[in-house]
């Protein structure tokens, strides 16, 4: 019996194929769950730029920048202005790595005042490949509350 167990030098290239095959399909599958892991970290990463010009937007119109002189008036803060009055740093586009460049970008938040006198806020945020922008057939600009990842879609 001690004799039998002494002979055996390793494994067949049989069962090293079949090790390799195996390792092979669990890289694999574990490549694809990453990648929709990195697609749904760069989406959520997209909404929470949009989510960063809202609070922009509130802090210029806190430090008193914008008039609002009757209700159902509205104005348009461009991605531009924010980082230039220094509420909002140039942000960079998760699908791409690249800055947006607030000279050519026409990002954006609107901002109206409601009958009531409160404020309602609603973004359009348009990176190099995806846009943050389609509501309905009604509004372009997505409001504040109803952000989310459903409504990334390609830039047209």
Same mark, same amino acid.
């Given at each position: ?5 002494k002979?055996?030098?390793?494994m067949?290239?049989?069962e090293?194929?079949?090790?390799i095959?195996?390792l092979g399909?669990?890289?694999a ?9 990195i697609?749904?970290?760069r989406a959520?990463a997209?909404?929470?730029h949009?989510?960063?010009?809202y609070e922009a937007?509130?802090?210029?119109v806190?430090?008193?920048k914008?008039e609002f $002189?009757? &209700?159902n008036?509205? +104005?348009?803060l ?5 980082v230039? #009055? =220094?509420? @909002? ?7 791409t790595?690249r800055? $947006?460049? &607030?000279?050519?970008? +026409?990002?954006?938040?609107?901002v109206?005042k409601?009958? #009531? =006198?409160? @404020?309602?806020y609603a ?9 943050l922008c389609s509501?309905n +057939?009604m509004q ?14 390609d830039?047209e």
């Open positions: 019996m001690m004799r039998a167990w002979n055996e030098k390793g067949t290239l049989i090293l194929l079949a090790v095959v195996i399909i669990v890289a599958i574990a490549s694809i769950a990453m990648r929709n892991v697609e749904k970290s959520q997209f909404v929470g949009a989510y960063a010009m937007a509130r802090l210029h806190g430090a008193q914008v $002189l009757q &209700p008036h509205s +104005e348009k461009t991605y531009q202005q924010l230039n #009055d =220094g509420v @909002l740093e140039p942000m960079k586009d998760p699908y790595s800055r $947006l460049p &607030p000279e050519t970008n +026409e990002s954006y938040v609107l109206k409601r009958s #009531d =006198g409160t @404020l309602q973004i359009c945020l348009k990176g190099e490949t995806k846009q509501y +057939e372009d600009e997505i409001p504040v509350e109803e952000l989310s990842v459903t409504f990334i879609k830039v």
